[in-house]
Each structure stands twice: as structure tokens, then as C-alpha cells.
């Protein structure tokens, strides 16, 4: 390792970090400032020709560090940023593979945090120290816990206090307990779920680095490879997999609070009308499913957020209060998955009454429940949803269910197993005589009141001969088994499940989407003085939802883009909605959702004052016309999504008014645009296109004329023009271009 002269501020090389006393440096790197390996080393050498003392020449960080440790009587320091080479990868390695070695080794710590002030109070609850960036940076963790003592020192190198006098501070703001801080207790005492939890929050420029700052929290030496991305946190549990004997790696993600709310809420069918409007809102759910969750191996530290309570619980008390046989687990990584042998549930929840089946998005799922050797901070068994569909092969899983009826995520990889619930465990002896027994009989047995199986095993059990004992659970029985848990060889890109989404990535509403871009905004006011009232920077944006409930159709939702044609004095507004249709008479077909064929589209004309020249609407619909393009003959209103039957690439065409006075919306689904999988949202090109003689002999300001096959091609590449109707003028066409 190479150490600074704290008089002259030269780097020297030593071969052992045990065979020098030195101080070591803890800060936040703040960019360009920072002096570099191959930096100190070119200054070196302008500083051995002049003459001048390096110390004077090197960055203030670095200068006062070392008139600081000087005082204090080291003659030697380490600084990250100075005595590492960056550049050589191996050196590099070498370093973040040694660097808690380092910290653990120096005589002290110094804690430099550049935003704290000398007057501030690290006591008091708002101090500058308590939101010191030195406590979101990743690195700095190992750097806290493994120096035995540490001095913190503010912006001008004052002392603010040793890491002993504020264990009690440090430990509200980081998590990391106070016993760990001062060295009393080892690290390895604490779970692998708790100890990523201290990193969940902390933050480091290269994504790599959230997990090569933990390899010494662990005690893992591995190779680093910058480039590869979240792989590299993967790479690290399955080092801890193979070092560390602690289950408590898999516990991470959704959990919900208790499994018998759990099971019941996958395995009910009955909603009350306010449900389904819940229901409603927490179906729209942005499908571009992040598989991660499905993982038994996380992506991130982030994903340990609320892991900090877990502990873990030794094989031997996990088997002999399940009555399941005790044997060490192992694991291996395969290209099924991860190999493991877990404590599994005989019986299976059937998990296809769920939110995911009513919506037609999945199909019956297979959940069983694998039992961890871990527990939260209330003393609940941990367990996973072990899912798989009902006629998956093999004994391949994926972690975590769709749970309906749940607040804030739907998605869920495990549940706690409260110790209440071990109440109902019935210690049964083995009758004398014995018989064969039916499966009606076993059924009954489980059912029967808690109070009697009491009075029953202990009017049994008052014999005096030892009789062996049968175990039984009310949620089946837990047995010992090998099997393969979902884990992807490389990390690729959020994947669409072929069931359904197995993570709620709570994104915007699924809609419907029409938006009008700013440009062409613009376009339409100087070229056409056609102005849209609800236009903004970003441009104007409609929507219709996807997903309505029976009552919000009876109701009604519209949105509409309205124009104002200043020359006209008309406001011309085009509406979009679901509900009040003459084709809604038939009897409703689905509570859950809506038919495609129900949206719909029609347009209105509002004078703002009257014309001699032209008729007044008074904010009428325009009626539709019947001719061979349009859709649906006995409705008033155009049907715009029949994609389903004349394929994704027809142009729908909806024609409104009359001779005098048309409006043509035309429709071209844009593929690509879709927001979710499985739901009917789609993202359409509209057209308006405007002619007849109100528009044609209307008096306009001089515009300058163009090519009508020229007009938004730049935008989409799409056009919708408009015959002119027999005996009339030619038809000069506006074109308002939706798109997503």
C-alpha cells in the first residue's frame, strides 16, 4: 500500500499495512477537486526541480489531513483519492479488496465532513452532522464500522467527536448498532438481511461499487470487473451463499404481514361493488415488469430497505419446532436456478381467484410456502411464496404472489409466520389400536375446534407409556425437499411475464393517450389561427382509462381537445369517452373491464357569435355520416377501436357533419406505444381534417399555400386526406396530428 509523509506529502510503498502506524483518511469525494495517483506524481516531480515542499503545492483536503495527523504524532496517512492507482486495474482490485483490512488496521480514523460546521450540536435531532452527506456515500460504510477509533472533524478541521462518544448519534442516523460501532459485538453476529440494510439507502458513483463496498462487511474477496453492472451485487450473495450460512440473504423485497390474511386474500372469489372500484384503480398497473422480485437473489442493496430487523435462527430449533428433519442447507447455482434445499409446504394454495385471474391476465397459479431459518424483529417466522404455474414440470419455482385487496404494493415475495399461529398445532399421540383411516377423516381432524383437541390430547395423553407423536399444522405440514428457485444466469432488460406482471410498478394510469405535441400547436396558430385552449409547454394531452367499472360507464368519462378557429368564431371540440352509448343496451358482459368496441369518438361546433354566412350549431354534435368506412351504422357516435378485427395496421375512419360543414377523424394504431401487455391500451396518429364550403369560402388572413402531400410528414410520416363531396368546391384540409 502507498502511504503520504504527512511532513512532505510523498508517497512511499510498504509491503503490509501491519508493519507501519499511520492514520487513514474517511471524506466524500467532491469531483475535479480531488488530486489523483498519476496527479501527486507529476507534481512530485516539478516539486523536486523547483525545490518547493510538496505539501504546499498538493489540494487543501490533502494538505490540512496531513498537518492535522502530524500534530497528532503519525508521521504516515492513506488518502483514497492520492494513494491508489486508478488506472492500473489490478492495484485497483487489489485496493478495494483490502481497503477494510486498511481502515481496521490504522491507529485512527479521521471522518472529515466538509458540510458540518464547528458551532454545530451533533446531538440535537436537525444537526448538520445528523445530515452530513458522509453518512448517503457507499463506501463510507466500512469505512465507519472498521477503524476502532474514529475522530470526526468538521469543514475547518476542528474536532467534533470520537465514534465512541457518538455511538448513540451515529447509530439513529445509520442503523448500525452501537455495539457493532464501539467493537463489542462481532460482525458477524449480525444477519446478512440486517447488514444489508445499512447499504440500502447509501448511494456511489459506479454501479459496481454498491457492491464492492460491502465485500469487507462480509469478509468476501472476489474479482472486480467495472462494466458488468447490477451482476456484480449478484455476484456477491452468491458469495455469501457459499461462505456465510444465513437464509436470512433471501429475505428481501414485499413482504405482507401475516400469511393467514394472505392466503385468504389469494384465495377469495366475492368482491362488494366498492371493492371492485378499488380494485379498479389498483388494476392500473404499468406492466413493464422488472422480474426481479421473482428472483430469490436480489438486484440491489436498495431492495434490503426493510430487512433491518431480521435475524437468523439456527436449522436446529427451525426443525425441531416444525417437526421437520435438521440438515444443513446448501446451495448451488445451475441454469434452473438456484439449487436449494428448503423446508416446503405439503399443501398448496390455489391462487387463481386473485387479482391477476379476474383480469384474464394470469392464469391458476401453484403456491406453496418455503419456510426460512430467519425471523423479523417481532419473533414471526419468515417464509416465501414459492409459485408456480399449475402445469409447470419439474420442481422449479418463482418467489412471490400477486395478493389482491392489499394497500400500497400488490406484489408480494413472502409473509410472516406470527408464533401465534403455532397455537394450532396439535400434539396428537398415536392410538393403541390401530386402523386405517380415510381422507375424510383426516379433513375432519383438522377442522375440529382448538378447545376440543385440547380436552381430547389430554384425556389421551394421561396414560403413563410413552407413545410417539404426530405433528399436524393447519396449514399442512413442512417437509424437507430439494428444489430449483428462479435465478437468471445474466441480468437482462424488465421482461413481460408470460402470466402477468409479477412486480406492481405503480406507474401512471393506463390510458387511452392522445396528445397534440407542442410543434405542431404552434403550427396550427400560425398557419390555420386554429388555437387549442388547453394547450401547455409540453404540448396538450387526452385521456380515456382503460379499466371502468359497470357504474363508471353508466356515468360516463369523456375528455375532449377543443380548437378555436378565430376566423370562424367557432369552437370546434373533438370527444373522446366511454359510456352513455346507444350500444351500451346490451347487458353488461364483464364488472372488471370494458370492450374494446366501446370507445368512441364524436365531435361538436360551437359558435361564439353569429355569422351571416354560415349556420349556427349551438354547441350541437355534428351527426354522423353514413357511408361504407364507418363502423358501427346504428350508433351516433364512431367506434374507434376495432384494431381487433381489421388488424393493427387499418386506418379508421370516422366522418361527421355534411355537405357544407365535415369533419374526418381518422385513427392509425402506432405500434410500439403501448403502455402495458395484456391491457387494451392503445396509441393512435389522429387526423381532423376540416372542408366543405363553411371552411372553403370562410374569410381567412393570407397564408401561404402548401402541398397538402406535404403538410406533418415530418411528424409521423402518416397522412389522411379527404375527397371532396360531389358538386362542391375542392376541399382544402386542416390536419391536427395526435400521436404519442
Same mark, same amino acid.
Given at each position: 500500500?502507498?502511504?503520504?509523509?504527512?511532513?512532505?506529502?510523498?508517497?512511499?510503498?510498504?509491503?503490509?499495512?501491519?508493519?507501519?502506524?499511520?492514520?487513514?483518511?474517511?471524506?466524500?469525494?467532491?469531483?475535479?477537486?480531488?488530486?489523483?495517483?498519476?496527479?501527486?506524481?507529476?507534481?512530485?516531480?516539478?516539486?523536486?526541480?523547483?525545490?518547493?515542499?510538496?505539501?504546499?503545492?498538493?489540494?487543501?483536503?490533502?494538505?490540512?489531513?496531513?498537518?492535522?495527523?502530524?500534530?497528532?504524532?503519525?508521521?504516515?496517512?492513506?488518502?483514497?483519492?492520492?494513494?491508489?492507482?486508478?488506472?492500473?486495474?489490478?492495484?485497483?482490485?487489489?485496493?478495494?479488496?483490502?481497503?477494510?483490512?486498511?481502515?481496521?488496521?490504522?491507529?485512527?480514523?479521521?471522518?472529515?465532513?466538509?458540510?458540518?460546521?464547528?458551532?454545530?450540536?451533533?446531538?440535537?435531532?436537525?444537526?448538520?452532522?445528523?445530515?452530513?452527506?458522509?453518512?448517503?456515500?457507499?463506501?463510507?460504510?466500512?469505512?465507519?464500522? +472498521?477503524?476502532?477509533?474514529?475522530?470526526?472533524?468538521?469543514?475547518?478541521?476542528?474536532?467534533?467527536?470520537?465514534?465512541?462518544?457518538?455511538?448513540?448519534?451515529?447509530?439513529?442516523?445509520?442503523?448500525?448498532?452501537?455495539?457493532?460501532?464501539?467493537?463489542?459485538?462481532?460482525?458477524?453476529?449480525?444477519?446478512?438481511?440486517?447488514?444489508?440494510?445499512?447499504?440500502?439507502?447509501?448511494?456511489?458513483?459506479?454501479?459496481?461499487?454498491?457492491?464492492?463496498?460491502?465485500?469487507?462487511?462480509?469478509?468476501?474477496?472476489?474479482?472486480?470487473?467495472?462494466?458488468?453492472?447490477?451482476?456484480?451485487?449478484?455476484?456477491? /450473495?452468491?458469495?455469501?451463499?457459499?461462505?456465510?450460512?444465513?437464509?436470512?440473504?433471501?429475505?428481501?423485497?414485499?413482504?405482507?404481514?401475516?400469511?393467514?390474511?394472505?392466503?385468504?386474500?389469494?384465495?377469495?372469489?366475492?368482491?362488494?361493488?366498492?371493492?371492485?372500484?378499488?380494485?379498479?384503480? /389498483?388494476?392500473?398497473?404499468?406492466?413493464?415488469?422488472?422480474?426481479?422480485?421473482?428472483?430469490?437473489?436480489?438486484?440491489?442493496?436498495?431492495?434490503?430497505?426493510?430487512?433491518?430487523?431480521?435475524?437468523?435462527?439456527?436449522?436446529?430449533?427451525?426443525? +425441531?419446532?416444525?417437526?421437520?428433519?435438521?440438515?444443513?442447507?446448501?446451495?448451488?447455482?445451475?441454469?434452473?436456478?438456484?439449487?436449494?434445499?428448503?423446508?416446503?409446504?405439503?399443501?398448496?394454495?390455489?391462487?387463481?381467484?386473485?387479482?391477476?385471474?379476474?383480469?384474464?391476465?394470469?392464469?391458476?397459479?401453484?403456491?406453496?410456502?418455503?419456510?426460512?431459518?430467519?425471523?423479523? +424483529?417481532?419473533?414471526?417466522?419468515?417464509?416465501?411464496?414459492?409459485?408456480?404455474?399449475?402445469?409447470?414440470?419439474?420442481?422449479?419455482?418463482?418467489?412471490?404472489?400477486?395478493?389482491?385487496?392489499?394497500?400500497?404494493?400488490?406484489?408480494?415475495?413472502? +409473509?410472516?409466520?406470527?408464533?401465534?399461529?403455532?397455537?394450532?398445532?396439535?400434539?396428537?399421540?398415536?392410538?393403541?389400536?390401530?386402523?386405517?383411516?380415510?381422507?375424510?377423516?383426516?379433513?375432519?381432524?383438522?377442522?375440529?375446534?382448538?378447545?376440543?383437541?385440547?380436552?381430547?390430547?389430554?384425556?389421551?395423553?394421561?396414560?403413563?407409556?410413552?407413545?410417539?407423536?404426530?405433528?399436524?399444522?393447519?396449514?399442512?405440514?413442512?417437509?424437507?425437499?430439494?428444489?430449483?428457485?428462479?435465478?437468471?444466469?445474466?441480468?437482462?432488460?424488465?421482461?413481460?411475464?408470460?402470466?402477468?406482471?409479477?412486480?406492481?410498478?405503480?406507474?401512471?394510469?393506463?390510458?387511452?393517450?392522445?396528445?397534440?405535441?407542442?410543434?405542431?400547436?404552434?403550427?396550427?396558430?400560425?398557419?390555420?389561427?386554429?388555437?387549442?385552449?388547453?394547450?401547455?409547454?409540453?404540448?396538450?394531452?387526452?385521456?380515456?382509462?382503460?379499466?371502468?367499472?359497470?357504474?363508471?360507464?353508466?356515468?360516463?368519462?369523456?375528455?375532449?381537445?377543443?380548437?378555436?378557429?378565430?376566423?370562424?368564431?367557432?369552437?370546434?371540440?373533438?370527444?373522446?369517452?366511454?359510456?352513455?352509448?346507444?350500444?351500451?343496451?346490451?347487458?353488461?358482459?364483464?364488472?372488471?373491464?370494458?370492450?374494446?368496441?366501446?370507445?368512441?369518438?364524436?365531435?361538436?361546433?360551437?359558435?361564439?357569435?353569429?355569422?351571416?354566412?354560415?349556420?349556427?350549431?349551438?354547441?350541437?354534435?355534428?351527426?354522423?355520416?353514413?357511408?361504407?368506412?364507418?363502423?358501427?351504422?346504428?350508433?351516433?357516435?364512431?367506434?374507434?377501436?376495432?384494431?381487433?378485427?381489421?388488424?393493427?395496421?387499418?386506418?379508421?375512419?370516422?366522418?361527421?357533419?355534411?355537405?357544407?360543414?365535415?369533419?374526418?377523424?381518422?385513427?392509425?394504431?402506432?405500434?410500439?406505444?403501448?403502455?402495458?401487455?395484456?391491457?387494451?391500451?392503445?396509441?393512435?396518429?389522429?387526423?381532423?381534417?376540416?372542408?366543405?364550403?363553411?371552411?372553403?369560402?370562410?374569410?381567412?388572413?393570407?397564408?401561404?399555400?402548401?402541398?397538402?402531400?406535404?403538410?406533418?410528414?415530418?411528424?409521423?410520416?402518416?397522412?389522411?386526406?379527404?375527397?371532396?363531396?360531389?358538386?362542391?368546391?375542392?376541399?382544402?384540409?386542416?390536419?391536427?396530428?395526435?400521436?404519442?
Amino acid at each position: 500500500m502507498y502511504l503520504l509523509n504527512t511532513r512532505t506529502a510523498e508517497l512511499h510503498y510498504f509491503v503490509n499495512s501491519h508493519e507501519v502506524r499511520y492514520a487513514i483518511l474517511s471524506h466524500v469525494w467532491q469531483g475535479a477537486d480531488e488530486l489523483s495517483f498519476v496527479g501527486l506524481k507529476a507534481l512530485s516531480a516539478e516539486c523536486a526541480l523547483s525545490g518547493e515542499n510538496l505539501r504546499e503545492r498538493v489540494p487543501a483536503k490533502i494538505r490540512e489531513c496531513c498537518i492535522f495527523a502530524e500534530r497528532a504524532g503519525y508521521a504516515w496517512i492513506w488518502v483514497d483519492t492520492c494513494c491508489i492507482d486508478h488506472h492500473s486495474s489490478a492495484e485497483l482490485s487489489e485496493a478495494i479488496n483490502s481497503m477494510f483490512a486498511w481502515y481496521a488496521d490504522a491507529d485512527v480514523c479521521y471522518a472529515y465532513l466538509y458540510d458540518v460546521g464547528d458551532d454545530d450540536d451533533p446531538a440535537t435531532p436537525d444537526s448538520a452532522f445528523r445530515r452530513s452527506r458522509w453518512y448517503e456515500r457507499g463506501w463510507t460504510l466500512q469505512e465507519l464500522i +472498521a477503524p476502532a477509533r474514529i475522530v470526526f472533524l468538521s469543514q475547518t478541521w476542528r474536532t467534533l467527536g470520537s465514534k465512541h462518544m457518538l455511538a448513540a448519534v451515529v447509530e439513529a442516523v445509520t442503523g448500525v448498532q452501537k455495539e457493532i460501532l464501539t467493537h463489542t459485538r462481532s460482525l458477524d453476529s449480525v444477519s446478512v438481511a440486517q447488514r444489508m440494510s445499512w447499504a440500502a439507502n447509501r448511494k456511489t458513483t459506479r454501479v459496481e461499487d454498491r457492491a464492492y463496498s460491502l465485500l469487507g462487511i462480509f469478509g468476501i474477496n472476489m474479482p472486480t470487473i467495472y462494466g458488468e453492472g447490477e451482476r456484480a451485487f449478484v455476484r456477491l /450473495q452468491e458469495e455469501i451463499l457459499r461462505r456465510i450460512p444465513d437464509q436470512s440473504i433471501f429475505a428481501w423485497g414485499p413482504m405482507h404481514k401475516d400469511i393467514k390474511l394472505a392466503r385468504k386474500l389469494m384465495e377469495r372469489d366475492r368482491f362488494e361493488d366498492s371493492e371492485r372500484a378499488t380494485h379498479g384503480r /389498483q388494476a392500473n398497473i404499468a406492466f413493464d415488469v422488472q422480474g426481479r422480485l421473482q428472483d430469490l437473489l436480489a438486484s440491489s442493496p436498495s431492495e434490503f430497505a426493510n430487512s433491518a430487523g431480521y435475524k437468523a435462527v439456527s436449522v436446529a430449533d427451525l426443525a +425441531a419446532t416444525f417437526g421437520i428433519e435438521a440438515k444443513m442447507p446448501h446451495y448451488a447455482v445451475t441454469s434452473n436456478g438456484i439449487r436449494a434445499m428448503l423446508p416446503l409446504s405439503t399443501d398448496a394454495i390455489e391462487s387463481w381467484k386473485s387479482w391477476m385471474a379476474r383480469t384474464g391476465a394470469a392464469n391458476t397459479q401453484h403456491v406453496q410456502l418455503g419456510l426460512l431459518a430467519c425471523e423479523n +424483529a417481532d419473533g414471526d417466522w419468515i417464509i416465501l411464496l414459492l409459485r408456480r404455474g399449475k402445469q409447470a414440470a419439474g420442481d422449479r419455482y418463482d418467489v412471490g404472489e400477486f395478493i389482491d385487496g392489499t394497500e400500497g404494493r400488490h406484489y408480494h415475495r413472502g +409473509a410472516f409466520f406470527p408464533r401465534s399461529l403455532l397455537l394450532a398445532v396439535e400434539t396428537v399421540p398415536e392410538p393403541k389400536v390401530k386402523f386405517r383411516r380415510t381422507d375424510e377423516d383426516e379433513d375432519e381432524d383438522e377442522d375440529e375446534d382448538e378447545d376440543e383437541i385440547a380436552s381430547e390430547s389430554a384425556a389421551k395423553g394421561s396414560a403413563k407409556e410413552k407413545r410417539p407423536r404426530v405433528v399436524k399444522f393447519r396449514y399442512g405440514k413442512f417437509e424437507l425437499k430439494q428444489l430449483y428457485i428462479h435465478h437468471p444466469n445474466t441480468l437482462l432488460p424488465p421482461q413481460t411475464h408470460p402470466d402477468g406482471p409479477i412486480r406492481d410498478v405503480m406507474a401512471s394510469q393506463p390510458n387511452f393517450t392522445f396528445v397534440l405535441p407542442h410543434w405542431l400547436l404552434a403550427d396550427l396558430q400560425t398557419r390555420h389561427h386554429l388555437t387549442c385552449e388547453q394547450a401547455d409547454t409540453d404540448g396538450c394531452t387526452t385521456t380515456v382509462p382503460c379499466h371502468l367499472t359497470q357504474q363508471q360507464v353508466s356515468d360516463s368519462i369523456v375528455s375532449a381537445i377543443s380548437f378555436f378557429d378565430a376566423s370562424l368564431h367557432e369552437r370546434i371540440t373533438v370527444r373522446f369517452g366511454v359510456g352513455k352509448c346507444m350500444c351500451l343496451t346490451v347487458p353488461f358482459p364483464d364488472p372488471h373491464g370494458i370492450p374494446l368496441h366501446k370507445l368512441w369518438v364524436d365531435v361538436l361546433v360551437a359558435r361564439e357569435q353569429s355569422r351571416g354566412d354560415a349556420p349556427a350549431f349551438d354547441g350541437k354534435a355534428l351527426p354522423k355520416l353514413s357511408e361504407p368506412a364507418q363502423m358501427l351504422m346504428i350508433c351516433p357516435r364512431a367506434h374507434i377501436d376495432f384494431t381487433t378485427v381489421r388488424g393493427d395496421h387499418a386506418i379508421i375512419r370516422a366522418a361527421f357533419g355534411d355537405r357544407t360543414r365535415r369533419v374526418e377523424v381518422a385513427f392509425r394504431k402506432r405500434e410500439g406505444f403501448e403502455v402495458v401487455r395484456k391491457i387494451p391500451c392503445k396509441s393512435y396518429t389522429v387526423t381532423l381534417a376540416l372542408s366543405g364550403t363553411v371552411y372553403d369560402t370562410a374569410v381567412r388572413w393570407p397564408i401561404v399555400p402548401i402541398p397538402s402531400e406535404e403538410v406533418c410528414t415530418h411528424a409521423t410520416g402518416e397522412l389522411s386526406s379527404a375527397e371532396p363531396p360531389s358538386g362542391g368546391r375542392k376541399a382544402r384540409a386542416i390536419y391536427i396530428v395526435m400521436s404519442v
